[in-house]
């Protein structure tokens, strides 16, 4: 499976953007699709996931009420709609798909597909 990041860009603190992630075939076979983010002299780290199957939703606090994820099977896409944007969301955003078990969700663990990420800036 492929994963294509987009919808990346500069945007004021305060702004909002919806990043997506759309997959080169159906994600029947993930059952998690999970976005990190990796900012400059940074590790990387867990932003936010969906289970593909039931809609299970998990938030790193850092982001909790301010992002939302989503899906759309039709499209093979998961969406991650971010309000509120302030300056220490900047970084690299990827997609990742895969099988991780609940336990280890808001890791890297289990998770097999990467895209190649896309670039968030906020700045005034």
């Known amino acids: 499976v492929q994963l294509q990041a987009s919808g990346g860009g500069l945007v004021q603190p305060g702004g909002s953007l919806r990043l997506s992630c759309a997959a080169s075939?159906?994600?029947?076979?993930?059952?998690?699709i999970g976005w990190f983010r990796q900012a400059p002299g940074k590790e990387r780290e867990f932003v936010s996931a969906?289970?593909?199957?039931?809609?299970?939703?998990y938030y790193a606090d850092s982001v909790k009420g301010r992002f939302t994820i989503s899906r759309d099977s039709a499209k093979n896409t998961v969406y991650l709609q971010m309000q509120s944007l302030a300056p220490e969301d900047t970084a690299i955003y990827y997609c990742?798909?895969?099988?991780?078990?609940?336990?280890?969700?808001?890791?890297?663990?289990?998770?097999?597909?990467w895209g190649q990420g896309t670039q968030v800036t906020v700045s005034s």
């Open positions: 969906i289970r593909w199957s039931t809609r299970t939703t």
């Open positions: 075939e159906s994600m029947d076979s993930i059952n998690g």
């Open positions: 990742a798909g895969g099988r991780p078990i609940t336990s280890t969700i808001r890791t890297e663990r289990g998770f097999v597909y």
